[in-house]
């Protein structure tokens, strides 16, 4: 078995600047993110979490530096090169984006349909496989509107692991779910991880990061103010942290 310190890196950051206006979001991010792990983005609302997540995937651009997947440099690429880029890293859409006008089952055959030559019968059984990842196998015939929130928010995470993406990110794929919906999702994403898949999640919920992450990074004024493991920084004597996770500077 590989130790997790001797995972290949696969996603670098290096340099990360970016700027809206005159605020200042990002003042040289560094970071590697390596194969397999699940790495948590925690820091308080605003320091620039879910820019950085959507730059992983060049929804955003920083003004400077670099990200490199797979040893190629995304940012700036095509958007022709990024549709490439988005096979292998999916993006969890919060409020799982479903097209409200197709049943379960077509929401999820959508992006086989689009990116694989797969027969119907084929796409039958990946929907059916992937659907039971998130316990909704029962639910192919049902529209988006027939679903609780909790349920389309795991349809919508069905839909985005189902081309089996190496990079999966998450951005607060539990706030505002019940304890079963929010376990649910927690459970799929440590299956992934079993599977080899590598999860970059943004959560401000301090039991899924403590529950589930290998590794904690701690953003705050445009930097990584601590990485370490989830031990080290629930452990961690840094006031402002400690702060944050016992909740006093939301
Ligand atoms: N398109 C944009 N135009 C201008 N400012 C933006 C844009 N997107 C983000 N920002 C600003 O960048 C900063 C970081 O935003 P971001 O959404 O990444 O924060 P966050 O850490 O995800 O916060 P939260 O925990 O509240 O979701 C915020 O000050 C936000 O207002
Ligand atoms: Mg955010």
Known sequence: MVKRSEQSTILQLRGIK??????????GIDLDV????????????GTGKSVLLRSLIGLEKPDEGHIYFGGQD????????LVEVRKRVAYVFQYGALFDSLTVKENLAYPLRAHTQMTEKEIHEKVIS????????????LYPSDLSGGMQRRVGVARSIILEPE???????????????????????????DLGAT???????MHAIFSVADRVAFLKDGNIRALGTSKEINETDDPVIQGFIQGESW
């Open 18 to 27: 970016k700027k809206f206006g005159d605020k200042l979001v990002h003042n």
């Open 74 to 81: 995304i940012v700036g690429l095509s958007e022709s090169k």
């Open 34 to 45: 390596r194969r397999g792990e699940i790495i948590t983005l925690m820091g308080g609302s």
């Open 167 to 193: 990079v999966i990110l998450y951005d607060e794929p539990t706030t505002g779910l019940d304890p079963y919906n929010t376990k649910q999702i927690l459970k799929v994403i440590l299956q992934l991880r």
């Open 130 to 141: 992937t659907l039971t990842k998130v316990g909704l196998e029962h639910s192919l015939d």
């Open 199 to 205: 999860s970059v999640l943004v959560t401000h919920d």
